[in-house]
T-cell receptor
């Protein structure tokens, strides 16, 4: 079974600074997807960024980028120019690409990000 | 374009009761998945519905059951409620086999 580990329960960053959230995962599969989701106090889980395992190029979405190290099974999220609205719980998630139509996401326990003004 | 909608927002039940939670997927989506998120934890996959059938199930007992209707909406039923069932229940929808999943705001279930 796949597992996702987020070793940082809490992180804080100054507004306009850069912060990196860590995620490692364990799988025997070669084809899969990785995601970072943001969950503000409003509870809705919002997709931040996704990465396909077969792509060597790291995904980027505006101020959000990932460092995907497939051999090390590491998938960190970098937030540049942090804004107050970035404060939330961040979850790393894994999805197999080998289970034909499976939507099952395996989540880590999350990292609570605080942004200080 | 309406996103994923869940009802009710918050529900309080007592041990042993039964509960039904509802989810309407995002327009154009045909697959619904349900997750349980205990306080301070990441969501745990309960099951997935497509074409009105349960396609995949996580490690949850048979007390958890579901249904998908022809209009793609879905229900999550939990019987014989336990204190440990207190959690945020999230519904996510997608187009079958494609990502990403879109999540609703969840239903907060409290068991007294």
């Amino acid at each position: 079974a796949q597992t996702v580990t987020q070793s940082q329960p809490e992180m804080s960053v100054q507004e306009a600074e850069t912060v990196t959230l860590s995620c490692t995962y364990d799988t025997s599969e070669s084809d899969y997807y990785l995601f970072w989701y943001k969950q503000p106090p409003s509870r809705q889980m919002i997709l931040v960024i996704r990465q396909e395992a077969y792509k060597q190029q790291n995904a980027t979405e505006n101020r959000f980028s990932v460092n995907f190290q497939k051999a090390a099974k590491s998938f960190s999220l970098k937030i540049s120019d942090s804004q107050l609205g970035d404060a939330a719980m961040y979850f790393c998630a894994y999805r197999s690409a080998n289970q034909g139509g499976s939507e099952k996401l395996v989540f880590g326990k999350g990292t609570k990000l605080t942004v200080n003004p | 374009d309406a996103g994923v909608t869940q009802s009710p927002t918050h529900l309080i039940k007592t041990r042993g009761q039964q509960v039904t939670l509802r989810c309407s997927p995002k327009s154009g989506h045909d697959t619904v998945s349900w997750y349980q998120q205990a306080l301070g934890q990441g969501p745990q996959f309960i099951f997935q519905y497509y074409e009105e059938e349960e396609r995949q199930r996580g490690n949850f007992p048979d007390r958890f059951s579901g249904h998908q209707f022809p209009n793609y909406s879905s229900e999550l039923n939990v019987n014989a409620l336990l204190l440990g069932d207190s959690a945020l229940y999230l519904c996510a929808s997608s187009l079958y086999g494609l990502q990403p999943q879109h999540f609703g705001d969840g239903t907060r279930l409290s068991i007294l």
